[in-house]
């Protein structure tokens, strides 16, 4: 005969543990969201906020982002005033988000050999801090030949350049992504970024494309279909208004997908129909959002970004 005080207490213990919410795999979040890209929250976006990275963690979470993509600078803040990086790790994989890339300004690029010398010193650091925390990639801008009275090493030295820095990467197994920066002078054109991520030579070369900076650099949305999509795991989503024009718009200047005149959902459209399968890692610098919740911009920007990949897709 079946105790009837211990059957009570089995099926209170189950109704309580169903009211508790679980944190759901890959699978059953890809299925629900039924989209084929993932969704990050680049830190830049509520970077006025001054939160803690394990804030920043918790504002993702909260959001129902999939991945963060936080700046290597609050990490190395954090772990210097004394928090350990696989507690920060757990705590992001157990809310349920992975690090699907990194922020760092490693000097990589420039033509002073001791300059560069530190500078993949420092990319190693960061490298392993990012791989700490669970991370496999980190962005590689072209810091030292970003300002138009900076020396521009030729593309082919940028290649082999970026070879090096892969050959770091692999060694501690985070993968460089070359970014494209669209007020650089070099590095601004997706022909140049293609051009160094092909001559690398490297198994694991690949790039990081920005909306706002292919516009800011003059391109053609037309030429992201040269670039093989496995070459794209993560790219900066985020929109950009007709005034200031192209020539004086900035960083600051950046909007919501959707609130300004890039036409997100033909090019998106067109990425996914040419294998794109990564992360659009939300990426603002606005002023305005700063001064706002940083929960409130989190969720709004989610929804935004989420509301012209649907577009897209429909």
């Known amino acids: 005969m079946i105790d009837r005080r211990n059957l009570l207490v089995a099926a209170t213990a189950m ?45 993702a979470a909260k959001a129902g982002y999939d991945s963060i993509e936080p700046w290597i600078r609050d990490v190395k803040d954090y772990a210097e005033s004394g928090g350990s990086l696989s507690d920060l790790k757990k705590r992001i994989a157990d809310s349920g988000m992975t690090v699907d890339s990194a922020i760092g300004f490693a000097n990589w690029i420039v033509d002073d050999d001791a300059a560069r010398e530190a500078g993949l010193e420092q990319a190693r650091e960061e490298m392993e801090m990012v791989k700490e925390i669970g991370g496999t990639r980190v962005a590689a801008p072209p810091v030292g030949a970003h300002r138009g009275d900076s020396v521009s090493p030729p593309l082919p030295v940028i290649a082999q350049r970026y070879r090096a820095l892969l050959e770091l990467g692999e ?3 985070v993968v460089p992504q070359l970014e494209l920066w669209g007020f650089s002078p070099t590095l601004s054109k997706l022909s140049e970024l293609a051009y160094v991520a092909a001559g690398a030579g490297h198994p694991d ?48 200047d950046r909007v919501f997908p959707g609130d300004g005149v890039c036409p997100l959902p033909e090019i998106i459209r067109k990425l996914i129909d040419h294998g794109f399968r990564g992360t659009f890692s939300l990426e603002l610098f606005n002023p305005g959002y700063w001064e706002r919740d940083a929960n409130e911009v989190a969720i709004e920007g989610l929804k935004k970004s989420r509301a012209v990949v649907e577009a897209a897709c429909a």
Do not use: W
């Open 171 to 173: 060694q501690v197994g």
């Open 205 to 252: 070369a690949c790039v990081l494309p920005d909306f706002y900076h292919i516009y800011k650099g003059g391109n053609d949305f037309e030429s992201l279909g040269m670039i093989e999509a496995s070459r794209m795991h993560c790219f900066h989503i985020n929109d950009y208004p007709s005034d200031p024009p192209r020539e004086s718009i900035a960083d600051k």
């Open 15 to 59: 109704t309580a543990a169903a009211s508790f919410p679980t944190k759901k795999t890959q699978a059953e979040t890809s299925a629900e969201n039924s989209l084929p890209v993932r969704f990050a929250l680049n830190m830049s976006t509520i970077r006025g906020q001054k939160l803690s990275i394990v804030q920043q963690v918790e504002v």
